[in-house]
């Protein structure tokens, strides 16, 4: 039988690899549903992948910083991108006995999201043997990730009709021109700055200086399809789709919380979470630039064309609860044609659309429920909302106005937001247990 209550792993996005230290005292408030119910509080796991790697690079990191052993990432992926087969090792593993016996929960904040994804992918496909299943991943929550792409990563500098190519002094240039001056300096650098390049001999124990020069010139890691900023382009969306990557397993719960910082004019209401301190605040003024960016996006100049402009206007009106004719955010009815395609395009919570976040595939294509402001965290007496077992292979989508991409996480500031978001992650997670029991929840 697994352990209760069962671990928590928590998978960091891009550029992200400080863990517990920015990520604060959210386990205070996680471990409210056990505590109060006279359990052991829940583990959490950090688990350090490559902040500006590919997700299959990322996925095999994270399998084997659990597992333990040598980083393996596949022979023909290697030999296809350029670099070596093999990573570092990890002489113990964060949780060797995971298994399907003894299964994790998986949270994920922004590109940490898709990476849970592609583990649960190679998982299925058995891609690290056949005695690994997609079962082994008990749940998976996300945080504002970029499941389907977004309109930032080309507004930064990839070229919007032959990505992955970049465009030269852009701040995505500049972005990889930094990754590869700490890379080659990684072993006089902290941990913090760890970017997971070991397979690529970037440093200056393995790299002459001439050949660094080169890569600050023109990164051949930057500019090529086994990159983060890649991966979150809406092309590498589509091939992933494409090939079924992100179908709900049947045993594995899901959820997703998505943020909206532009709310196109309607005022905020008593369900929303506005930031409470001043320093939320003025963290939100850069994103609230961002997002306008976003939001006045042409998508008319990306090549190839993204698939969801043909398909997500008519996919989301079958998932709703209740099946309501409208969404929140101020996202309509799908019969409103042009004026509800503009909106859901423009949504955003400075980094990632609207649309993006709920789930990989369109709504059309996955088992998904979308819930509005009022169902999304605990209400003021501090009670859990799940009156009934949570259902598995289904996508549980919460909607949150006036959030930006870092509200919840990673950055810990005690916001109510925060609190409340976290004790919900706990009272989940808590029901999730249960019901992988077969016990039912229990008042």
């Given at each position: 039988?697994?352990?209760?209550?069962?671990?928590?792993?928590?998978?960091?996005?891009?550029?992200?690899?400080?863990?517990?230290?920015?990520?604060?005292?959210?386990?205070?408030?996680?471990?409210?549903?056990?505590?109060?119910?006279?359990?052991?509080?829940?583990?959490?796991?950090?688990?350090?992948?490559?902040?500006?790697?590919?997700?299959?690079?990322?996925?095999?990191?994270?399998?084997?910083?659990?597992?333990?052993?040598?980083?393996?990432?596949?022979?023909?992926?290697?030999?296809?991108?350029?670099?070596?087969?093999?990573?570092?090792?990890?002489?113990?593993?964060?949780?060797?006995?995971?298994?399907?016996?003894?299964?994790?929960?998986?949270?994920?904040h922004s590109m940490g999201?898709?990476?849970?994804?592609?583990?649960?992918?190679?998982?299925?496909?058995?891609?690290?043997?056949?005695?690994?299943?997609?079962?082994?991943?008990?749940?998976?929550?996300?945080?504002?990730?970029?499941?389907?792409g977004t309109q930032l990563?080309?507004?930064?500098?990839?070229?919007?009709?032959?990505?992955?190519?970049?465009?030269?002094?852009?701040?995505?240039?500049?972005?990889?021109?930094?990754?590869?001056?700490?890379?080659?300096?990684?072993?006089?650098?902290?941990?913090?700055?760890?970017?997971?390049?070991?397979?690529?001999?970037?440093?200056?124990?393995?790299?002459?200086?001439?050949?660094?020069?080169?890569?600050?010139?023109?990164?051949?890691?930057?500019?090529?399809?086994?990159?983060?900023?890649?991966?979150?382009?809406?092309?590498?969306?589509?091939?992933?789709?494409?090939?079924?990557?992100?179908?709900?397993?049947?045993?594995?719960?899901?959820?997703?919380?998505?943020?909206?910082?532009?709310?196109?004019?309607?005022?905020?209401?008593?369900?929303?979470?506005?930031?409470?301190?001043?320093?939320?605040?003025?963290?939100?003024?850069?994103?609230?630039?961002?997002?306008?960016?976003?939001?006045?996006?042409?998508?008319?100049?990306?090549?190839?064309?993204?698939?969801?402009?043909?398909?997500?206007?008519?996919?989301?009106?079958?998932?709703?609860?209740?099946?309501?004719?409208?969404?929140?955010?101020?996202?309509?009815?799908?019969?409103?044609?042009?004026?509800?395609?503009?909106?859901?395009?423009?949504?955003?919570?400075?980094?990632?659309?609207?649309?993006?976040?709920?789930?990989?595939?369109?709504?059309?294509?996955?088992?998904?429920?979308?819930?509005?402001?009022?169902?999304?965290?605990?209400?003021?007496?501090?009670?859990?909302?799940?009156?009934?077992?949570?259902?598995?292979?289904?996508?549980?989508?919460?909607?949150?106005?006036?959030?930006?991409?870092?509200?919840?996480?990673?950055?810990?500031?005690?916001?109510?937001?925060?609190?409340?978001?976290?004790?919900?992650?706990?009272?989940?997670?808590?029901?999730?247990?249960?019901?992988?029991?077969?016990?039912?929840?229990?008042?």
């Amino acid at each position: 039988m697994d352990p209760w209550p069962v671990p928590l792993v928590i998978v960091e996005g891009f550029l992200s690899s400080a863990g517990a230290i920015v990520w604060g005292n959210y386990e205070e408030h996680s471990n409210y549903a056990c505590r109060s119910n006279g359990e052991r509080t829940r583990r959490t796991i950090f688990a350090s992948v490559g902040p500006v790697s590919s997700l299959h690079d990322r996925a095999c990191e994270l399998f084997y910083s659990l597992i333990g052993g040598t980083v393996d990432y596949g022979a023909e992926h290697s030999l296809q991108n350029g670099h070596r087969r093999f990573g570092r090792t990890y002489e113990e593993g964060l949780y060797s006995e995971w298994s399907v016996k003894h299964p994790l929960h998986f949270l994920g904040h922004s590109m940490g999201g898709p990476t849970i994804v592609k583990l649960q992918w190679l998982l299925k496909t058995r891609f690290f043997g056949k005695q690994y299943s997609a079962d082994m991943v008990l749940s998976v929550n996300t945080v504002s990730s970029p499941f389907r792409g977004t309109q930032l990563v080309y507004s930064l500098g990839e070229d919007t009709r032959n990505a992955p190519a970049v465009r030269p002094f852009s701040v995505g240039d500049i972005l990889a021109k930094g990754v590869h001056i700490a890379a080659y300096l990684s072993p006089i650098l902290p941990g913090i700055m760890d970017f997971h390049a070991d397979a690529r001999g970037l440093s200056f124990r393995e790299a002459s200086f001439f050949s660094f020069w080169g890569q600050l010139r023109k990164s051949d890691w930057a500019e090529s399809r086994d990159a983060t900023p890649y991966d979150a382009t809406f092309e590498a969306a589509n091939e992933r789709e494409y090939i079924g990557e992100g179908v709900v397993n049947p045993n594995t719960y899901h959820r997703s919380y998505c943020a909206t910082l532009i709310s196109h004019g309607e005022p905020e209401t008593s369900g929303t979470f506005s930031p409470s301190s001043w320093l939320s605040r003025a963290a939100s003024w850069p994103l609230r630039a961002s997002a306008k960016v976003i939001a006045n996006f042409d998508l008319s100049t990306i090549r190839p064309i993204p698939g969801f402009m043909a398909t997500v206007s008519t996919s989301i009106q079958a998932s709703t609860v209740g099946n309501e004719a409208t969404m929140e955010d101020g996202v309509t009815d799908g019969s409103q044609g042009g004026d509800y395609l503009s909106l859901l395009f423009r949504a955003n919570d400075g980094i990632v659309p609207l649309f993006s976040q709920w789930h990989p595939l369109e709504c059309g294509s996955t088992r998904c429920t979308h819930f509005g402001h009022s169902n999304n965290f605990l209400d003021d007496s501090g009670k859990a909302r799940y009156s009934c077992s949570p259902e598995p292979g289904v996508w549980n989508v919460h909607h949150l106005a006036e959030a930006h991409h870092f509200s919840l996480v990673p950055f810990w500031l005690g916001t109510r937001t925060q609190k409340a978001f976290w004790q919900d992650v706990g009272h989940w997670l808590r029901a999730i247990d249960i019901a992988h029991r077969g016990t039912g929840i229990k008042g």
